[in-house]
């Protein structure tokens, strides 16, 4: 018997020596091949890219995996136990490996010949997550082994459990606990109910097969599964697990919460970070912080989709954008999948039209239900014709549409939806703080998804009359004032640089003889214009547009310049008419504030020129690089001009309608192209610049009396009526140099004491107009002449 003893006990040593001969071989062999573990202290997760507006909302996210990575301290201890229950109650007591669950896996496998447990340790699951493949090998295993027991020697344990939260697939593109609680539930790990943090904890095992939305009753038994686990182990007390393992499954699926919906923007910022860091960009969880202004975002894009829609039904409808055939009785479901291939775009939803009666119509709206259209809210329905012609007003229904009419709609409130189509022409509205150039608001289309072109940015349209202040400005620094009298008469000529005998007139068609320069700028009269650029000469205008921002190749040095033939597009406009509001500085339009990485740190940063005229006194220092000074392209004198010229085109001109915003600091200019191809408001506020255009993608006439003023001018003012609240009237402060008097308005010369129909202009000191009978000269102070009568044809 004590010989047995002896034998079994040396055959017990040598055989854990073999074993730990065997062990330690496998080690050697193994782990030289292995991955450093120490890498795992600077692990970089795939978070992806996301993009903000200035006050922190989410635009826009880019990149496959959704994660939201959340610290260990700001885990709930529940949800750890939940983890833990199912996962590795021993996880505090193992040094990696848990030898209790790799036997237990070993005697199952032994007596059923089938791998019905793995014994894997969370720790475990962290060195095959992010080192090894899930190929079941016993050579992984192995490597799983060895790798653990080195990552317990490199981090804490709660930074293993911290790693293995943030990294485990949890189904529906979810990475880690912060993004499963935000796909499942539309909350943070913070808000989840007990049961909830259940839920997620039982997904490791088999996110497709426990899948909450796919497969709720076998989620909801695994659920419980770690409920009960989580009593066993002492967590909870049964009273809690009676009492969660009721809860009802009520996951469904959240897409992450778009808090400005800014689509144009996000691609613009997409691109350019792409352009910058590469692939890396999708995976390196940059949070970028643009400038857009959430307020203003959503005005902007509401003020453009209604300016289209209202465009739109001034020129008729052009009928259903489908027909279907209807059976007698059709439920619900029938219906759905009826308009299932046909896609909400903008505010606008696909409806089929199930009965008709003399003055309603019930409809099907796709994901609303069942509604009723009145007769009265499709009055604006007349058949289409032409661009310019129209049926008659509908008397009945039946004139409109019929049974089964695939038709769009549009809510007017929580009940009442109308009759509406998608817009065939286009538009654009852009915002910018003139002080630095951040832009605020920006709108590329009524639809991004339908129409991904960015008409803010990529479209090249000719500007019309909105060019005009730069030819009036140019013409101020040659010595012109606003008192200036230039002759609105008949022309014709053959110039050089435009095809053809050229017979230019006004909009009206209508001349009107001497006119002051502010008179002609108010109502946009041509013929001044031209003749104020023939004075002037084109390649000065051009060079003196090319402080403002334009490219001179897109500029015609001819002419027509004069009417705004050149090319620009909305941004550019805006980026020019932004020395206009900021007292004459140029600064460059731009759309990130800073790019932050994971870790909060900043890795690019805009430092934008910025107007501040006490530096042009006092310059900062040459290697400062945090601060910028805008470059002054304007006189003060000429920016005022410029300012109260266009104030006075809102007040008295074709702007005017910007008055119903009831303030008295709005100025601006309309533009409108020949044959009303584009049409244009490019308006300002000391504090903002936007710029609103209209057309089609393939130009072709928006139709007769389609002006800048009815097509584009009431986007932007429904765009300001938002962008401006709270901010008080800013009256004009004249500069230095400048004095105002009376002038008689057909002279422009200084008035009699008594003339009653004097009015007030201002003026630069050597530049104020005499009083004297009319002769020749310059008219300018010092001479014995009037303001002569500019007429060089």
Not at 318 to 336: C, D, F, H, M, T
Not at 592 to 598: D, F, G, S
Request: negative net charge.
């Amino acid at each position: 018997m004590y010989r047995l003893i002896r034998k079994l006990f040396v055959f017990i040593i040598v055989l854990s020596f073999l074993v730990l001969l065997a062990a330690g071989a496998i080690y050697f062999f193994l782990a030289p091949k292995l991955p450093d573990t120490q890498t795992l202290k600077q692990t970089q997760l795939q978070i992806p890219l996301r993009v903000y507006s200035s006050e922190g909302k989410l635009m826009a996210e880019f990149g496959e995996k959704r994660r939201i990575p959340v610290e260990y301290d700001e885990i709930p201890e529940q949800l750890i136990h939940a983890f833990l229950a199912s996962e590795d109650d021993r996880f505090y007591q193992h040094p990696g490996v848990d030898y209790q669950g790799i036997l237990r896996a070993v005697f199952s496998l032994l007596t059923t010949g089938e791998k019905t447990q793995g014994g894997s340790t969370i720790t475990m699951q962290v060195a095959r997550n992010f080192f090894l493949s899930n190929e079941k090998t016993y050579l992984r295993k192995l490597n799983e082994i060895i790798l653990a027991l080195e990552i317990e020697q490199v981090l804490t344990k709660e930074e293993i459990l911290t790693l293995y939260l943030n990294k485990i697939y949890l189904g529906n593109r979810a990475y880690g606990i912060g993004a499963a609680a935000n796909v499942y539930y539309g909350r943070s790990i913070n808000e989840l109910t007990l049961s909830e943090m259940a839920m997620i904890a039982g997904l490791p095992k088999a996110p497709s097969r426990y899948n909450p939305i796919a497969n709720p009753e076998r989620a909801q038994i695994r659920r419980n599964y770690v409920l009960r686990r989580m009593w066993e182990v002492g967590y909870i007390n049964e009273r809690t697990y009676l009492d969660a393992i009721q809860a009802p499954t009520s996951a469904r699926y959240h897409s992450r919460e778009i808090e400005v919906y800014a689509p144009y923007v996000a691609e613009m910022v997409r691109t350019q970070l792409f352009d910058e860091f590469g692939e890396d960009v999708y995976t390196s969880g940059f949070n970028v912080f643009t400038t857009i202004r959430g307020s203003h975002q959503l005005a902007a894009n509401k003020a453009l989709q209604t300016a289209l829609l209202d465009y739109d039904r001034r020129h008729g409808y052009r009928g259903p954008i489908a027909k279907v055939e209807l059976e007698e009785e059709l439920s619900e479901q029938n219906l759905s999948a009826l308009l299932n291939t046909y896609d909400s775009i903008g505010p606008l939803k696909p409806a089929v039209v199930t009965a008709v009666s003399e003055d309603s119509a019930s409809v099907f709206i796709k994901n609303e239900g069942s509604a009723t259209l009145t007769l009265a809210s499709m009055k604006w329905a007349q058949k289409k014709l032409s661009t310019n012609s129209r049926g008659a007003v509908p008397k009945k229904i039946s004139d409109v549409m019929t049974r089964g009419d695939v038709i769009r709609v549009e809510r007017l409130n929580t009940e009442d939806w109308q009759l509406a189509q998608l817009p065939e022409a286009e538009g654009a509205l852009v915002a910018i703080a003139p002080f630095d150039g951040a832009v605020t608001a920006l709108n590329g289309g009524f639809d991004y998804f339908n129409n991904k072109f960015n008409r803010v940015t990529q479209s090249r349209r000719q500007p019309g009359s909105g060019f005009k202040p730069f030819i009036y400005s140019a013409a101020l620094e040659k010595g012109y004032t606003a008192a200036s009298i230039v002759n609105d008469a008949p022309v014709v000529f053959d110039d050089p640089g435009v095809e053809n005998v050229w017979r230019p007139e006004n909009y009206s068609g209508k001349f009107f003889g001497p006119t002051r320069l502010r008179e002609a700028l108010i109502h946009s009269r041509n013929l001044v214009s031209i003749r104020l650029l023939r004075d002037i000469g084109a390649d000065y205008a051009v060079e003196y547009a090319k402080k403002f921002g334009f490219d001179d190749t897109m500029l015609h040095k001819n002419l027509s310049l004069a009417l705004g033939s050149g090319s620009a597009a909305p941004l550019h406009m805006a980026a020019a008419y932004t020395a206009l509001a900021n007292g004459g500085f140029k600064v460059e339009p731009y759309l990130i504030q800073r790019v932050e990485n994971a870790r909060g740190e900043i890795v690019m940063q805009t430092t934008p020129a910025t107007v501040c005229e006490t530096c042009l006194l006092n310059p900062q220092p040459a290697d400062d690089a945090s601060f910028k000074v805008a470059e002054r392209i304007m006189t003060p004198q000429n920016n005022y001009v410029m300012n109260s010229l266009l104030r006075d085109v809102v007040r008295y001109g074709t702007g005017r309608k910007a008055m119903s915003l009831g303030r008295n600091d709005l100025a601006g200019k309309t533009g409108t192209t020949n044959d009303q191809l584009d049409a244009w408001f490019n308006g300002f506020h000391p504090e903002l610049v936007a710029v609103s255009w209209v057309g089609f993608d393939q130009p072709r006439s928006l139709g007769r009396y389609e002006t800048g003023g009815r097509a584009a001018l009431p986007m932007w003012i429904d765009f300001m009526e938002v962008a401006l609240q709270g901010l008080p009237d800013s009256p004009l402060e004249l500069p230095v140099d400048m004095v105002t008097v009376r002038i008689d308005p057909e002279t422009g010369l200084l008035a009699r004491p008594g003339d009653t129909n004097a009015i007030y202009e201002s003026f630069r000191e050597d530049h104020v107009p005499i009083q004297s009978a009319p002769v020749a000269g310059s008219g300018y102070a010092g001479d014995s002449g009037s303001a002569p009568v500019i007429d060089l044809f």
